[in-house]
């Protein structure tokens, strides 16, 4: 692994499953941070975590879940999918969850579809 | 509450220079980052300003006025391969960052 992954690259969810999209990171990065991206809204909070343990909630939580058990591993649920929650996922990671010149390095994205 | 403002799509020639500006409204401001998004693929890092002023890289500049709550990201000898989306970002007083809609530069040749 070089980086961030995520997966799956992209799915297909009937509404009311649940669903957990994957994230990982070799950086040893400490903050990490999930967005979902819709056309003409640009990228928005999700969920974030400072560092392994810890998790906060961003501009737009309801409906998701995370967990940080471990520094690499950030996965995202959705407990019972709906249709306003199709979007593109992006993880991203940063060395700390603070300062400035703190640039986010994002993984390759998750195409969901909810029907 | 907190805005990013840019504009939706420009269209630009090869060959030519294009400014694509920001305008911000945020709770506290620790710099602006300006990130490239080709369609279907991850946003990717270009320019960071914190203080006012430019910063040059390559055929890359980035503005910035804090007293204005302004940046422009200028684009010089634009090639076909600039066709991407340009995303800037305020990172606010708890250190999120806050993003805009994006601007969808098109270049003809």
């Known amino acids: 692994i070089a980086g961030i992954t995520q997966a799956p690259t992209s799915q297909i969810l009937a509404a009311g499953r649940r669903m957990t999209l994957r994230c990982t990171q070799d950086m040893r990065h400490n903050a990490m941070y999930w967005y979902r991206q819709d056309l003409g809204l640009g990228l928005r909070l999700i969920h974030y975590s400072n560092t392994a343990g810890t998790t906060g909630k961003g501009e737009v939580p309801d409906g998701y879940s995370v967990s940080r058990a471990n520094t690499d591993d950030f996965p995202l649920t959705l407990a019972s999918a709906v249709p306003s929650q199709t979007s593109v996922y992006f993880c991203a990671s940063t060395p700390r969850a603070s300062g400035g010149h703190n640039e986010q390095f994002f993984g390759p994205g998750t195409r969901l579809t909810v029907l | ?109």
């Open chain 2, 1 to 109: 509450g907190q805005n990013i403002d840019q504009p939706t799509e420009m269209t630009a020639t090869e060959g030519a220079i294009v400014q694509i500006n920001c305008t911000y409204q945020t709770s506290g401001f620790n710099g602006l980052f300006w990130y490239q998004q080709h369609a279907g693929e991850a946003p990717t890092f270009l320019s960071y300003n914190v203080l006012d002023g430019l910063e040059e890289k390559g055929r890359f500049s980035s503005f910035l006025s804090r007293s204005k709550g302004y940046s422009y990201l200028l684009l010089k000898e634009l090639q076909m391969k600039d066709s991407a989306s340009y995303l800037c970002g305020v990172m606010d007083s708890n250190y999120q960052l806050i993003w805009g809609a994006g601007t969808k530069l098109i270049i003809k040749p």
